[in-house]
């Protein structure tokens, strides 16, 4: 596709359940880049994938966060045991680059935990 | 600590005006500075990037200012429209690719 895509676009879930949300990048972009973003806040960085590099996860919350990106594209960020604190708006950003010159960034997929 | 700051208060401004966006961080020595737009329910949009070593960058309406010395950006948009209106991020990245955003102000644009 042309842009970077999300799915799903609206997660609801039970508290203590798992989910997973996939980003597509866009084809060719090296690296990519998971943000979370809560109502009336900045992004607020989680996880940082380069080439075949080791990712950076430095911003990782809990470990109840996991993300992988397999064969360099599709990406996957797994919350384990959602808490309600978990509601955001999960956002996927890729880059052509390792230097985060230009993002571009997926529309986000809105996580409502109850 | 570090931080990055923005007016969290909404700017409303009239057609036609320029609109002038205030980022302002602390304790950190930025390779660049981006801005960025984002409207209701869609990720952000990059606009311009503006390296350590460039006072000002343009493009087309938009115009950004970088002072290391005041720790501060400046967005401008000149001769602004309704189509403006949305929230602009501010980002900078403190060496390496970790990119940390600002919570954005908010501008309304009135016709």
């Known amino acids: 596709g042309a842009g970077v895509s999300q799915s799903p676009s609206n997660k609801v879930t039970e508290k203590g359940k798992d989910v997973e949300l996939r980003c597509d990048p866009i084809?060719?972009?090296?690296?990519l880049y998971w943000y979370r973003q809560s109502l009336g806040q900045g992004l607020e960085f989680l996880i940082y994938?380069?080439?075949?590099?080791?990712?950076?996860k430095s911003g990782l919350p809990s470990d109840r966060f996991s993300a992988e990106r397999t064969g360099g594209s599709v990406s996957t960020l797994t919350i384990q045991r959602t808490q309600q604190e978990d509601s955001a708006v999960y956002l996927c950003?890729?880059?052509?680059?390792?230097?985060?010159?230009?993002?571009?960034f997926g529309p986000g997929t809105r996580l409502t935990v109850l | 600590s570090q931080k990055i700051e923005q007016n969290s208060e909404a700017l409303n401004i009239q057609e036609g005006k320029t609109a002038t966006l205030t980022c302002n961080y602390t304790?950190?020595?930025?390779?660049?500075l981006q801005w960025y737009r984002q409207d209701p329910g869609r990720g952000p949009v990059f606009l311009l990037l503006?390296?350590?070593?460039?006072k000002e960058k343009r493009k087309e309406r938009l115009k950004v200012t970088f002072d290391t010395t005041l720790k501060q950006s400046l967005f401008h948009i000149t001769a602004s429209q309704p189509a403006d209106s949305a929230t602009y991020l501010c980002?900078?990245?403190?060496?390496?690719?970790?990119?940390?955003f600002g919570a954005g102000t908010r501008l309304f644009v009135k016709a």
């Open positions: 950003a890729s880059s052509l680059s390792g230097d985060p010159d230009t993002q571009y």
């Open positions: 084809s060719g972009h090296t690296a």
């Open positions: 994938f380069q080439g075949n590099s080791a990712p950076d």
């Open positions: 304790n950190y020595s930025p390779a660049y």
């Open positions: 503006i390296r350590e070593n460039e």
């Open positions: 980002a900078l990245v403190d060496g390496g690719f970790k990119t940390i």
